[in-house]
């Protein structure tokens, strides 16, 4: 499995863009900055023909020790969900996205 760094991005602006090499990094966190910005306010952030990423609150409710069985309170807290557009799947697919594909 190949994985995707901050520096292989930064790389990609750089011979893609033709920004320098730091300008190409300052950039990407930049928008990585701004995108976590919203995050932590609760607002969804949408890139087009990729997906959504929002917060949700997760109210407290009651789990289990899975060794034990005993009840443990799980506190409120909030998760953060993607919800991939359908260009992506379809593009995860192996397929075209078709003009019927929302570009959510």
Same mark, same amino acid.
């Given at each position: 499995?190949?994985?995707?760094?901050?520096?292989?991005?930064?790389?990609?602006?750089?011979?893609?863009?033709?920004?320098?090499?730091?300008?190409?990094?300052?950039?990407?966190?930049?928008?990585?900055? %701004?995108?976590?910005?919203?995050?932590?306010? !609760? @607002?969804? +952030?949408? #890139?087009?023909?990729?997906?959504?990423?929002?917060? =949700?609150?997760?109210?407290? %409710?009651?789990?289990?020790?899975?060794?034990? !069985? @005993?009840? +443990?309170? #799980?506190?409120?807290?909030?998760?953060?969900?993607? =919800?991939?557009?359908?260009?992506?799947?379809?593009?995860?697919?192996?397929?075209?996205?078709?003009?019927?594909?929302?570009?959510?």
């Amino acid at each position: 499995m190949l994985t995707i760094t901050r520096a292989h991005i930064a790389e990609m602006i750089y011979t893609q863009v033709g920004l320098s090499r730091n300008e190409s990094a300052d950039l990407l966190e930049d928008v990585l900055n %701004r995108i976590t910005a919203r995050l932590e306010k !609760g @607002e969804a +952030v949408k #890139i087009s023909g990729f997906g959504t990423f929002s917060v =949700r609150q997760k109210g407290r %409710r009651v789990g289990r020790n899975p060794k034990t !069985g @005993e009840e +443990v309170p #799980i506190l409120p807290r909030r998760v953060l969900v993607f =919800r991939a557009s359908h260009v992506l799947k379809a593009h995860v697919n192996g397929r075209a996205p078709t003009s019927t594909d929302d570009d959510e």
